[in-house]
């Protein structure tokens, strides 16, 4: 740190040289966050100051993540769901297996997860010390394989995984088929929709994936994504409220006395951000978000095929796969673990930005 300040004007240039360094969204097919949308930058601004890990000092943003918790829970069809707002899907998933293993102790806890889930529950395993244990997707199909996953199964096994809008290849592991596999072996059921969440109700006939079905324990959903919050916002909702409590422990000093979260300090902004969408665009907004990001997902998939591109899969999600080929500089797209080209259609890859790329590829052929 220098002795002496210096002026606004130059604190904020040094920035914008930074940020100018940064990619810009008009190029990034890569990621699942994207442009805040307006009203949450808004919103985020009057919450800047406030701090969810003392809520009684912040009633306020504390009743504002309490009602995010509830409007979700309601859209995925649960009934007085409890949870609470975490820095993103990888907390959402530490703790949702942190709330299993208590709930069915044994010494060499283990969970079975699709393998395609996200490398969050690798470092779930290294910080809890639970084996995470990987079962094979359906031929082709990218979900799990819920017979091999039933043959993971042992004393010791605490949760099962589905996810719902898998990482890689956008596609919806067979929820009810997990839940009743849990339900079998009287254990948790955790689903990951970190990106799903807010992609999957607002389709044409979803599949199966949330409190509606039997068994499900509890669901990962991130505003930061589909929900075009600020960044970070994730969640945790929980069928059973109580459970949470399982995580408490004792916070003498604040306005609460007890903590359940993982992370201490949390901002109230990005979840006022996130609330402030969800009231805004309403179901219909958000159906309107979504069926426009599949539009352009068909879009993309058109003119690929088109220029001879192969699909890995039909698009169930926005997210296409295809397979690996030379891209046109500049444009950030992402790999699967198996090698294939990933685009990840969010809001921000508006109509223009794909014909853009496409115009870009055009000139590659
Ligand atoms: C399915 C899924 N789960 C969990 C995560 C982790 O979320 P975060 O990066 O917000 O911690 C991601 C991130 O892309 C994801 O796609």
């Known amino acids: 740190m220098n002795e002496k300040g210096c002026s606004r ?60 918790i509830s409007e979700l829970g309601s859209l995925l069809h649960g009934i007085n769901i409890g949870g609470y707002a975490t820095s993103g899907g990888t907390e959402a998933n530490i703790q949702a297996v942190r709330i299993a293993a208590k709930l069915h102790p044994t010494e060499k806890p283990n969970i079975v997860v699709p393998a395609s889930a996200h490398f969050s529950f690798d470092k779930t395993s290294d910080l809890l010390g639970v084996e995470v244990r990987y079962a094979p997707y359906k031929k082709g199909e990218y979900v799990v394989d819920t017979e091999a996953m039933s043959h993971l199964i042992d004393k010791n096994t605490v949760a099962l995984a589905a996810v719902a809008g898998n990482t890689e290849y956008g596609v919806i592991d067979d929820v009810p088929a997990v839940a009743k596999l849990a339900q079998e072996h009287d254990i948790s059921c955790h689903v990951d929709a970190a990106f799903g969440g807010l992609v999957i109700p607002f389709l ?27 960044i970070p916002c994730g969640t945790l909702l929980l069928r059973e409220p109580e459970t949470l409590k399982l995580l408490s422990v004792d916070s003498p000093y604040l306005t609460v006395k007890t903590s359940f979260t993982l992370t201490g300090t949390r901002s109230g902004a990005d979840v006022a951000g996130a609330y402030a969408v969800i009231r805004y665009l ?16 068909r879009r993309l998939v058109s003119g690929m095929e088109a220029f001879g591109y192969r699909k890995v899969l039909e698009p169930i999600m926005n997210l296409a796969v295809f397979e690996y080929a030379e891209m046109p500089e500049g444009w950030k797209i992402s790999r699967t673990r198996a090698g294939h080209l990933r685009f990840v259609m969010m809001p921000h890859v508006t109509r223009d930005v794909v014909e853009n790329f496409l115009d870009d590829l055009s000139r590659m052929q």
């Open 204 to 230: 044409k006939n979803p599949a199966p994936f949330d409190f509606a079905v039997d068994g499900v324990s509890s669901v990962t959903l991130d505003p930061h994504k589909m929900g075009m919050s600020t």
């Open 282 to 297: 309403g179901r219909e907004g958000f159906r309107d978000v979504v069926s426009g990001c599949m539009e352009n997902t």
């Open 9 to 68: 004007e130059e604190v904020l240039a040094l920035l914008a040289g930074y940020r100018a360094r940064d990619c810009p969204h008009s190029h990034i097919l890569s990621s699942m966050c994207t442009v805040p949308h307006e009203i949450a930058l808004s919103a985020h601004e009057l919450f800047t100051a406030t701090n969810l890990g003392d809520p009684g000092l912040f009633p306020g943003a504390a009743e504002i993540e309490r009602m995010l």
